[in-house]
């Protein structure tokens, strides 16, 4: 563990929820995989994520709202990072606290579990992104190499080797140069 529990998962989800947008590179056909409440539900359950759920189309609204602000974080150098970052926590109102619950050990919340979804999911990802940042570790967020795919990864490996999402690119890359290799 390269992180924090917390930092790793909130990470991972901020990812997984950006990697549910419809795909940007043209021809890919990725289609946007939150578009209902049963989605959403799926998409908490499969991250952890416990707290306030109204399981209405307003809050998956806002869900889907962050999504390309969260995609941005992807793309920015460190200082606009910390720019929104910043702007993030203060929107939200967020004020750190030590707590325990569903066996995860002391981690931090910045929210309480009753404020909105799309609230704690931002602060979440702010979180997140300040270890990141201030750990000088603002790479590992990258894109996928396969120039099929756009997804979002974060690279948690220990040497900062992994280059495909985890969607089966990695997996089509070595088959088609094995193949190539084949055929050579």
Not at 30 to 41: G, N, R
Not at 68 to 84: D, G, H, I, K, S
Not at 100 to 116: E, F, K
Not at 160 to 173: L, P, V
Request: hydrophobic content about 40%; glycine content about 6%; overall charge neutral.
């Amino acid at each position: 563990m390269l992180f924090t529990h917390d930092t790793e998962a909130a990470l991972s989800s901020a990812a997984a929820l950006v990697n549910t947008l419809p795909g940007s590179v043209p021809g890919d056909g990725d289609p946007d995989t939150l578009t209902t409440v049963a989605e959403l539900d799926r998409f908490l359950v499969a991250h952890g994520w416990t707290g306030r759920h109204e399981r209405t189309r307003a809050e998956l609204s806002q869900v889907r709202a962050l999504r390309p602000r969260l995609a941005r974080l992807w793309t920015m150098n460190e200082e606009q990072a910390v720019a929104e970052v910043n702007a993030l926590l203060a929107e939200h109102g967020a004020l750190p606290q030590l707590v325990s619950h569903d066996g995860w050990g002391w981690h931090l919340h910045a929210t309480p579990d009753d404020s909105p979804l799309a609230t704690r999911m931002a602060v979440e990802a702010a979180m997140a992104l300040v270890d990141l940042i201030r750990a000088g570790q603002l790479p590992r967020l990258r894109t996928c190499e396969s120039v099929t795919c756009d997804n979002v990864i974060v690279d948690l490996s220990k040497n900062r080797s992994r280059r495909y999402c985890d969607a089966g690119c990695g997996n089509r890359a070595n088959v088609a140069a094995y193949r190539a290799r084949k055929r050579g």
